[in-house]
């Protein structure tokens, strides 16, 4: 079969493949071929791929394979590209999108969803959620200190003294843990709030401090947060508007898997920032943590606090993020290629496959069944 590596659309740095993981491809067995100008905005040049014995074509030429990779979901002009029986991967997220995949299953089409991957140890090499929230927290950090005329680090010199930063991490999974030793890293002084106590071992391993809600709540069996109660909700608020008054940076990471984001950050808490302070809402893209901050966009509030509202923050580290999505897409392909023939195949038995496989020949075939997550 002929896999081709599509250009993305303006705006998206990543790429489906970098040279090293299209090298692996050939090793399955497949043909590839790498639409021209492909890996450009990763750092991974045309002559690159060439030399991992990929072939540069033109787009048509790379639409029309057996498999096409992707990062971003296609649009319906990219969906009229794909020939009968092709098979497309990418970032579709299914729960969201449910016109796009009846836009694929009007065709036969099968859609593979790289962010339905199941959160189980078995999948964690193709877990891109993963791997790119944690590129997105350490990115989180990097444009806070950007934006903050301050030293992160304390400093001593002859010149007087400096106070070390203060950052406050609203969430402590994936993400956070990565923002919170960045920053501690930077020589910040770092805090940490998560629902779930068990981070707290966690977050004080990497430097940070865990500040406890202690009101109890509901115990998540999946290692995921639950939606939290009223009064742990209240208690929690306090201690932002507490921790909004004293730190200079706050960096939000709060999710539910199947909810809106929650709001943890209010127009008060802003308020009472000093000016000059950075907030990051890594979460903006699913409807904010914070009060006033806009996806994609970077606003400054009337007392001078910057709000970062950035959905692209992996996009912005673009060779380390195709390096890692590229390799979980290998790492999926080699689940799906078991005897190295070049020959793509679904077993709809196996968890992981089912769960990925959003459109089959022209049915949607999402959501699978449940998984128990481990
Ligand atoms: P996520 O992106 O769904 O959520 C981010 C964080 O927000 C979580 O830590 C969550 O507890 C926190 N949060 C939710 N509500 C909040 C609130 N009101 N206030 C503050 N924080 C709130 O989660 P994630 O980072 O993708 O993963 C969470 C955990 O799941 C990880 O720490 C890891 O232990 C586990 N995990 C396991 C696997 C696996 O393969 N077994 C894969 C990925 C993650």
Known sequence: MRIGIVAERTGETRV???????????????????????????????????????????????WSSDVVLKVDAPTREEIARLKDGATVVGLLSPALKPELLAALAQRDLTALAMDAVPRISRAQSMDVLSSMAN?????????????????????????????????????????????????????????????????ADQVRSIGGEYLPVDVAVEQSTDGYAKATSEAYDRRAAEIYSEQAADVDIIITTALIPGRAAPRLITAADVASMKPGSVIVDMAAGQGGNVEGSVAGERTVTANGVIILGYTDLAGRLPAQASQLYGTNLLNLLKLLTPDKDGQLTIDVDDVVQRAVTVVQHGAVTWPPPPVQVS
């Not at 444009?143 to 969430?171: C, D, I, M, S, Y």
């Open 16 to 62: 489906s493949a970098t040279p090293e993981t299209v090298a692996k491809i050939r090793g399955l067995g497949y043909d590839v071929v790498v639409e021209q100008g492909a890996g450009a905005a990763s750092s991974f040049p045309d002559t690159a791929y060439e030399a991992a014995d990929a072939v540069i074509v033109d787009g048509d030429t790379a």
């Open 135 to 199: 590129i997105s927290g350490y990115r989180a950090v990097v444009e806070a200190a950007n934006e903050f005329g301050r030293f992160f680090t304390g400093q001593v010199t002859a010149a007087g003294k400096v106070p070390p930063a203060k950052v406050l991490v609203a969430g402590a999974g994936v993400a956070g843990l990565a923002a919170i030793g960045a920053a501690s890293s930077l020589g910040a002084v770092v805090r940490a709030t998560d629902p779930r106590p068990e981070v």
